[in-house]
T-cell receptor, first 109, second 114 residues
Framework: KNEVEQSPQNLTAQEGEFITINCSYSVGISALHWLQQHPGGGIVSLFMLSSGKKKHGRLIATINIQEKHSSLHITASHPRDSAVYICAGSGAGSYQLTFGKGTKLSVIP | DTGVSQDPRHKITKRGQNVTFRCDPISEHNRLYWYRQTLGQGPEFLTYFQNEAQLEKSRLLSDRFSAERPKGSFSTLEIQRTEQGDSAMYLC????????????FGPGTRLLVL
C-alpha cells in the first residue's frame, strides 16, 4: 500500500522566513507531487518530481530517491503563501494519487 | 481557475437522500479522477476514468457510490442513500495522457448530510 507522510502538520512563520515542509513516502511511489490548497478547497499543482530538484519563483522542491524523502522550500515567505501544502505520490502504472494529510502554513506579516 | 469546473459547489441533504455531482474537465483531457476529502485530512482517491472507461476504483467506493463518464467528457458521481459519514469535499481532477501525471483540480463540491 502506498503511503505518504508529511511534517509538520502546522507551521507558523514570520514574513520573510525560509520555510521547509517535509514529505516521506513508501517504496511503491515513483513520482512525488506538491500541491497547494487554498481555503474553500481549490487545489493547484505546484511540482511533480521523480528525481532532482525543481524551482518556480520562490518555491523549490527537492527529492532524494534513496531516502524516499522530498522537501518543499519557500524562500522569502509572504502572507499570500498561507495555504495548506500537500504532498502526494503516484506509483508506477497507476494514476491515482496517495495524499499526505497536508501542512497548514500561516505566514504572519 | 484551473479550467476544471464542478457543480454544485455546495450541497446540503438529509440522510437517505440521493445526490449527484457533476465534473467538467479541461476539454482535451482524457483522464478524470474523483477524490474525497474530509476535514483535516488529505484527499483520498475514489475512482479514475480514461475516456469513458472506469479503470480504477477504490475500495472506499461502496455500492452506494457510482460514477459515470458516458461520452468521455463530463463525469457524474452519484451517492445513493446518503449517510452522515458521506459529508466531505468531493474533488474532481483531470489530466492529459502524454503530459505526465500532473492533475488539474476543480474547486470541489462540499456535501453536508444532516
Amino acid at each position: 500500500k502506498n503511503e505518504v507522510e508529511q511534517s509538520p502538520q502546522n507551521l507558523t512563520a514570520q514574513e520573510g522566513e525560509f520555510i521547509t515542509i517535509n514529505c516521506s513516502y513508501s517504496v511503491g511511489i515513483s513520482a512525488l507531487h506538491w500541491l497547494q490548497q487554498h481555503p474553500g478547497g481549490g487545489i493547484v499543482s505546484l511540482f511533480m518530481l521523480s528525481s532532482g530538484k525543481k524551482k518556480h519563483g520562490r518555491l523549490i522542491a527537492t527529492i532524494n530517491i534513496q531516502e524516499k524523502h522530498s522537501s518543499l522550500h519557500i524562500t522569502a515567505s509572504h502572507p499570500r503563501d498561507s495555504a495548506v501544502y500537500i504532498c502526494a505520490g503516484s506509483g508506477a502504472g497507476s494514476y491515482q494519487l496517495t495524499f499526505g494529510k497536508g501542512t497548514k502554513l500561516s505566514v504572519i506579516p | 481557475d484551473t479550467g476544471v469546473s464542478q457543480d454544485p459547489r455546495h450541497k446540503i441533504t438529509k440522510r437517505g437522500q440521493n445526490v449527484t455531482f457533476r465534473c467538467d474537465p479541461i476539454s482535451e483531457h482524457n483522464r478524470l479522477y474523483w477524490y474525497r476529502q474530509t476535514l483535516g485530512q488529505g484527499p483520498e482517491f475514489l475512482t479514475y476514468f480514461q475516456n469513458e472507461a472506469q479503470l480504477e476504483k477504490s475500495r472506499l467506493l461502496s455500492d452506494r457510490f457510482s460514477a459515470e463518464r458516458p461520452k468521455g467528457s463530463f463525469s457524474t458521481l452519484e451517492i445513493q442513500r446518503t449517510e452522515q459519514g458521506d459529508s466531505a469535499m468531493y474533488l474532481c481532477a483531470s489530466s492529459l495522457e502524454g503530459q505526465g501525471v500532473t492533475q488539474y483540480f476543480g474547486p470541489g463540491t462540499r456535501l453536508l448530510v444532516l
